[in-house]
């Protein structure tokens, strides 16, 4: 890597200063020919950073990790996780390096990240590189999330590297620029659990707070603090998630966010027809991730976690596991009030109660018992009532009377309905096209779903169910 590049925006480092066993410094592997094929600039604009220099020939060569930043400092972090429930005690970034960070407009650091930009020490006999197709697929749904709602990691800008990758077949090379609050995981405190390093969990625990929770940074007990922080976040995303009818396919402690944020869109997937036990990650083959099954991983992820922290909580391991179990113990509640909030919502109802609560119930019981689209079933409802019944036949009408007669207001309905998801054939059909470098319906499916809540007329076909010959029954890791 040779020269150096300036975004507009000094870089910082604060990872980085930590000691040498949290991270490797190196730079990424330049690529032979890169070329831009998205910049984010609202979010560019939000970080502060120079969009026309970005677009540039410098930023490009920055963005696929052929120049450093004035002043870098690129590493790669490292942390442990369960895969699929097994423990795996080294993984780390294995294809990705961290830039740096910036302060943004709204006052908070975010990270910077490249993924896909070549092998790091965490490799594991892997090339480090991505292919064209999961770099579109982290793009289109990551900022399709973002447009949710939903808490989130972003895309700043995907990059083709003009070099070609060994996966199923010989594929493009890409390279997606990611955003985070922070790229710390269950599995970053894991590793050093792990390794018995008391030291390293302390800076880790006091670093998290002070840059993700800072209003509990202080306390006697920072361990537990952060750990209620977590526990709070994580219930809230995965009751979004299910909300939404979105499924992660890879709920690894690897990847959950110690920031509260989806990240590591590998094999996820918005359901069509649904049904609670819906699985696409073609590795999930015991259906650990189902859609119905989010919430429990969710909550046994932070149990792991808690396991992690464990020596932190107290004098005494007896003190500690009282701590870290009164804690666990508020998964539950603080799931299902956020998820009944979201279903009501979805329903014309500003608070949930034991009324609004059993009517979502019966409502996604019919949905499965119909495989009915989980999408535009709500949004038919939230249009008028013949739009409903036009999908659920004579068979919602008696629930269609129970719900008018508690008085639902179908302006809040529309605020909790999306009418655009980035569906699973849709982001299929993107990929074929991009393979013959056609990169418009690339770029008109990113737009659209920007606002997701608003009737787009010329572009209703992209929120249409996909034809039987069209579905999409499984997803990959792209890794």
């Known amino acids: 890597m040779s020269g150096s590049f300036n975004p507009g925006i000094a870089l910082e480092h604060t990872y980085a200063d930590l000691p040498d066993r949290f991270r490797a410094l190196l730079n990424p592997t330049p690529v032979a020919e890169p070329k831009?094929?998205?910049?984010?600039?609202?979010?560019?604009?939000?970080?502060?950073?120079?969009?026309e220099a970005l677009a540039s020939a410098e930023g490009v060569a920055w963005l696929a990790g052929n120049v450093s930043a004035e002043g870098s400092r690129a590493l790669a972090m490292a942390y442990a996780g369960q895969q699929f429930g097994n423990w795996v005690p080294q993984l780390g970034d294995g294809r990705?390096?961290?830039?740096?960070?910036?302060?943004?407009?709204?006052?908070?650091?975010?990270?910077?990240?490249?993924?896909?930009?070549?092998?790091?020490?965490?490799?594991?006999?892997?090339?480090?590189?991505?292919?064209?197709?999961?770099?579109?697929?982290?793009?289109?749904?990551?900022?399709?999330?973002?447009?949710?709602?939903?808490?989130?990691?972003?895309?700043?800008?995907?990059?083709?590297?003009?070099?070609?990758?060994?996966?199923?077949?010989?594929?493009?090379?890409?390279i997606v620029t990611r955003v985070a609050r922070a790229h710390l995981?269950?599995?970053?405190?894991?590793?050093?659990?792990?390794?018995?390093?008391?030291?390293?969990?302390?800076?880790?625990?006091?670093?998290?707070l002070n840059r993700l929770y800072p209003h509990r940074w202080g306390e006697d007990l920072p361990a537990l603090a952060l750990f209620e922080e977590v526990i709070a976040a994580q219930a809230k995303l995965v009751a979004h998630w299910m909300s939404l009818g979105f499924i992660h396919g890879v709920m690894n402690t690897d990847n959950v966010s110690i920031a509260g944020e989806t990240i590591d869109y590998g094999p996820c997937a918005f359901m069509d027809a649904f049904h609670a036990d819906r699985v696409f990650s073609s590795i999930d083959e015991m259906g650990r991730y189902a859609y119905s099954n989010q919430p429990r991983v969710a909550h046994w992820n932070v149990v792991q976690f808690a396991q992690a922290l464990l020596s932190l909580m107290g004098d005494t391991e007896e003190e500690a596991v009282e701590r870290a179990q009164g804690a666990v113990n508020q998964f539950p509640a603080l799931y299902e009030a956020a998820y009944n909030q979201h279903i009501v919502g979805k329903l014309g109802f500003a608070e949930p109660s034991d009324q609004t609560v059993k009517l979502a119930n019966d409502l996604l019981a019919l949905m499965q018992t119909k495989g009915l689209d989980f999408t535009n079933h709500f949004t038919a409802l939230t249009?008028?009532?013949?739009?409903?019944?036009?999908?659920?036949?004579?068979?919602?009408?008696?629930?269609?009377?129970?719900?008018?007669?508690?008085?639902?207001?179908?302006?809040?309905?529309?605020?909790?309905?999306?009418?655009?998801?980035p569906r699973n054939h849709r982001i299929e059909e993107v990929i074929r096209a991009a393979l013959q470098d056609d990169f418009a319906p690339f770029h008109r499916l990113v737009t659209v779903l920007q606002t997701p809540f608003t009737a787009q007329p010329d572009h209703m076909e992209l929120a249409q169910s996909p034809a039987p010959e069209e579905r999409v029954r499984a997803t990959f890791c792209g890794t």
């Open 36 to 51: 831009l094929l998205k910049l984010n600039q609202d979010l560019a604009q939000h970080l502060g950073l120079d969009s």
């Open 96 to 174: 990705a390096h961290l830039l740096g960070e910036v302060i943004a407009k709204d006052g908070l650091r975010y990270d910077i990240q490249l993924k896909g930009s070549g092998p790091t020490p965490f490799s594991r006999m892997g090339d480090g590189r991505a292919w064209l197709g999961p770099v579109l697929r982290e793009y289109i749904v990551s900022e399709a999330m973002a447009a949710l709602g939903v808490p989130t990691t972003r895309a700043l800008a995907a990059v083709s590297t003009g070099e070609k990758v060994i996966r199923e077949a010989v594929l493009p090379g890409a």
């Open 185 to 208: 995981r269950v599995g970053t405190f894991q590793y050093f659990a792990a390794r018995q390093d008391k030291e390293a969990l302390l800076l880790l625990v006091d670093y998290a």
């Open 383 to 421: 249009e008028n009532d013949d739009a409903f019944l036009s999908i659920t036949g004579e068979d919602g009408r008696a629930w269609l009377e129970e719900w008018q007669a508690a008085g639902p207001d179908r302006a809040l309905m529309a605020r909790h309905n999306p009418i655009f998801i």
